[in-house]
C-alpha cells in the first residue's frame, strides 16, 4: 500500500482554505493508503508565539483534524516534535540542499518581507518539511496548491542524496486537488485565503459559528458591474464565491453561475451551504475538546507508530551517509 504523508501547522484557526485543499484529501486517502499525518509544531516556531499559547494550538489542531474525520483507526495521527527523527533527518539533509535552493523558496522570500528578525528556521523550514516526507518514505503528499515548490525541493534533495549515497528515499509525488487547491480571500480575492490575522473578515475559519459565516459571505468583495460569469482574471472576488459554491454543491463554478442572476442570492446560498458543510464538525470538535484523555491517547499512540517507521529511515540515511553507527 503506497503511503501518504502531509502535515498541518498548528498556528491559528483552521480555514476554508485548509479544509478545501487539503484536509478533504487527507480524510478521503485514509482508505487509499497508508495514511500519516503531522501536526508540525515545529514549523510553528519560525514565527513569534506565546508558549501557553502554542500549546493549546496544537491541541486543538488535534481536536479539528479528528473532527473534520481524520479516524485514529485507518490513520496515524501525530505530532512532529514528538517524533525526534525528525529534526535529526533535517540535519542531514541540511548537508545536502544548498543555500541557492533555499533562496529561491517563494514562500520564505514572502513571509520574510513581512517580518523582522528573520528566524535562520524560517528559511530552513523547507529542508524539514522534506524531512518530515522522507522519513515515513511517503510516496504521496496531499497539500494546496501553495505548497507545490516546497515538493520539488524535496524531491530534488531526496534525488540527490540517493544519487551521492544510494537508495535510501522514496521520490515523493505532490498530489494537488483540481477544484479548491487555492482558496482565494474574501476581501482580497487575489491573494489565498490564510491564518494571518491581517484579514479576518477574509477568513472563513471551520470554528466561525453561522452568524460569523453569513456575516463573511455576505461582506466579501465582489465587483460593480454585477454580471454573473466565472472569470477568476477579470472578476476574482465573484469567481471566489464560485469556487466555493462549486467545492460545496459538488458541482464546476461555471454551472454554479448559470443557476444565478444576482450577486445577493449567490451569497446568502453559498452562506447557507457553508454553514451545512461546517455544523457537523463544528459538533465533534466540541466533543472531541472535551476530551483531552482520548486526544492525548490518540497522539501518544500515533507518535509510538510513528516513531518506528521514522527511526529505520533515519538509521539508513545516517549509515549511508557515512555517521559510525553507535555500538
Ligand atoms: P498551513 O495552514 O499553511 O499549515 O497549510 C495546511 C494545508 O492547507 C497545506 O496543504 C496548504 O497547502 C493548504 N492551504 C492553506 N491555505 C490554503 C488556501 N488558501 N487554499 C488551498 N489550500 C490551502
Ligand atoms: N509547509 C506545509 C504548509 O505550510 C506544512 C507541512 C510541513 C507539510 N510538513 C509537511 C505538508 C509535510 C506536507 C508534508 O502547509
Known amino acids: 500500500m503506497v503511503r501518504v504523508l502531509s502535515g498541518i501547522q498548528p498556528s491559528g484557526a483552521l480555514h476554508l482554505g485548509n479544509y478545501i485543499g487539503a484536509l478533504r484529501q487527507w480524510v478521503a486517502f485514509q482508505d487509499e493508503y497508508d495514511a500519516f499525518y503531522c501536526i508540525v509544531d515545529l514549523h510553528a516556531l519560525t514565527l513569534e508565539g506565546d508558549p501557553a ?21 485507518r490513520c496515524t495521527l501525530f505530532c512532529q516534535s514528538h517524533v525526534p527523527e525528525h529534526t535529526r533527518l533535517t540535519w542531514l539533509l541540511e548537508c545536502t540542499a544548498t543555500m541557492g535552493e533555499l ?9 520574510s518581507r513581512r517580518h523582522e528578525a528573520v528566524r535562520v528556521g524560517l528559511f530552513t523550514y523547507p529542508v524539514l518539511m522534506a524531512a518530515d516526507i522522507l522519513l515515513y518514505d511517503a510516496g504521496a503528499v496531499p497539500v494546496g496548491d501553495d505548497q507545490r515548490q516546497h515538493l520539488e525541493l524535496t524531491r530534488e534533495v531526496a534525488q540527490r542524496f540517493n544519487n551521492r549515497y544510494g537508495e535510501v528515499f522514496t521520490i515523493p509525488e505532490a498530489v494537488i486537488p483540481t477544484v479548491g487547491a487555492r482558496v482565494m480571500d474574501l476581501q482580497h480575492p487575489e491573494r489565498k485565503m490564510s491564518k494571518s490575522v491581517e484579514s479576518p473578515l477574509g ?9 460569523q459565516i453569513e456575516h463573511k459571505v455576505k461582506r466579501a468583495v465582489t465587483d460593480t458591474d454585477g454580471e454573473m460569469r466565472y472569470d477568476p482574471d477579470a472578476k476574482p472576488g465573484l469567481a471566489t464565491l464560485l469556487d466555493l459554491m462549486a467545492v460545496a454543491t459538488g458541482r464546476r463554478p461555471q454551472e454554479v453561475a448559470q443557476d444565478y442572476g444576482r450577486y445577493g442570492d449567490l451569497k446568502r446560498d453559498l452562506a447557507a451551504a457553508l454553514v451545512e458543510l461546517l455544523e ?9 475538546a472535551d476530551d483531552r484523555g482520548a486526544v492525548e ?11 518506528e517507521v521514522a527511526q529505520a529511515t533515519y538509521a539508513r540515511a545516517a549509515a549511508a551517509i557515512g555517521l559510525l553507527p553507535p555500538a
Do not use: S, W
Open 103 to 111: 533562496n529561491r523558496m517563494t514562500q520564505f522570500k514572502d513571509k
Open 203 to 211: 477568513t472563513v475559519n471551520v470554528l466561525d459559528p453561522p452568524e
Open 53 to 73: 499559547e502554542r500549546r493549546d494550538r496544537a491541541f486543538e489542531a488535534a481536536c479539528n483534524l479528528l473532527a473534520t474525520g481524520l479516524d485514529p483507526t
Open 280 to 288: 457537523p464538525i463544528q459538533k465533534r470538535y466540541a466533543e472531541f
Open 297 to 307: 491517547r490518540v497522539l501518544a499512540a500515533g507518535a509510538e507508530h510513528a516513531h
